[in-house]
């Protein structure tokens, strides 16, 4: 299993606004989070990437609990969140942007051959 969430509740203050949410994703499976606004998505993914610490649950990146790490420490590991449109380069394409974002990887062989970019051709 890739990620892993389970029952994870997170809180702004004092106002809930996830509560136990679980979910699976395995490598190579593409997975969409739809609901209206306020419905816990942007929330959801905060919290998985260490950018809202949740109140309770785990997350499993790889096998390995990554609730007490650091975003900066995930996106090492592979795991980041990419914003909404408006904070992106604009004038960039997508993958220009996302080759911005693994600026910092020390695989450098892997970035030139996109190989961290599943989805893109080769």
């Given at each position: 299993m890739l990620l892993e969430v389970k029952n994870l509740t997170a809180y702004y203050d004092a106002?809930?606004?996830?509560?136990?949410?679980?979910?699976?994703?395995?490598?190579?499976?593409?997975?969409?989070?739809i609901g209206p606004n306020?419905?816990?998505?942007?929330?959801?993914?905060?919290a998985i990437c260490g950018l809202l610490d949740p109140r309770s649950g785990e997350v499993l990146f790889q096998g390995e609990n990554i609730n007490s790490k650091q975003p900066y420490q995930l996106v090492k590991k592979g795991l980041c969140l990419v914003p909404e449109g408006r904070r992106v380069f604009s004038s960039m394409t997508v993958l220009e942007n996302?080759?911005?974002?693994?600026?910092?990887?020390?695989?450098k062989e892997a970035v030139q051959s996109r190989q961290f970019f599943p989805l893109t051709n080769r």
């Open positions: 106002v809930l606004a996830l509560e136990n949410v679980s979910l699976t994703v395995s490598e190579g499976e593409i997975v969409a989070m306020g419905a816990g998505k942007s929330t959801a993914l905060k996302l080759e911005m974002g693994a600026f910092i990887r020390n695989d």
